[in-house]
């Protein structure tokens, strides 16, 4: 009797798509509260690994969907999901980058509070995928979600307050294009966050 094939767990997958991402955003905040640019290099060795690990697992995963027969919700779904959390390592990726090749040398204020609300948001995201499974009748899920919104929209705030002094304040031409970009890439990643919660909170309303 042959043994039967041992079934893809696509859940596991995209719990660890979300824990690299949230601790590539812890890295990140590290970066930001103890910034040090002839440290940036090594520092971020940590985060270039950890979205190598994630572009092998979205492959692994990919491969997995066009075999499946079955899977446990849609294949769409999967997919998409597994995106979103892909983009979100990918962005912070590529802060990283940006601090290297615009020469930042220091950090303007508040910068920091950015960065922990990357890791906040990066943290809901992971612990809504642990709830994931039990979608359809887990309050706590529900909670995550919100809290991740919520984060969100703190982050809007933010990004809105920072652009407006960067633009009203700063003198440096050079410097004004600088700190947008790194601006735009931290709303970015926040964006990434609150959209896999949105695709899972549709998700719930679908299935009740």
């Keep these: 009797m042959m043994a039967r094939k041992k079934q893809y767990n696509y859940f596991n997958t995209m719990e660890l798509l979300s824990e690299n991402a949230h601790l590539a955003a812890e890295h990140l ?8 640019p002839e440290e940036l290099i090594e520092n971020s060795e940590v985060i270039h690994q950890l979205e190598k690990k994630n572009d092998l697992l979205v492959d692994e995963l990919t491969n997995q969907l066009y075999d499946a ?16 959390l892909d983009d979100i390592i990918d962005g912070i990726n590529s802060m990283t980058y940006l601090l290297e090749n615009l020469v930042v040398t220091t950090i303007r204020p508040e910068t920091q509070t950015f960065s922990a609300f990357v890791s906040r948001a990066a943290k809901g995201v992971h612990l809504a995928m ?78 009740t």
């Design 29 to 36: 905040e590290t970066i930001f509260e103890n910034y040090n």
């Design 69 to 84: 027969f079955i899977t446990p919700i849609d294949r769409e779904d999967i997919l998409i999901i597994s995106e979103c």
């Design 130 to 207: 642990i709830e994931f499974p039990k979608f359809k009748n887990s309050k706590k899920l529900k909670q995550l979600i919100l809290e991740v919104n919520e984060i969100e929209s703190e982050g809007d705030l933010l990004y809105s307050r920072l652009k407006k002094q960067l633009f009203s304040e700063e003198k440096d031409l050079l410097e004004i294009i600088k700190w947008k970009e790194i601006y735009d890439c931290f709303e970015s990643i926040i964006n990434d966050t609150e959209r896999v919660v949105d695709i899972i909170d549709g998700m719930i309303i679908k299935n």
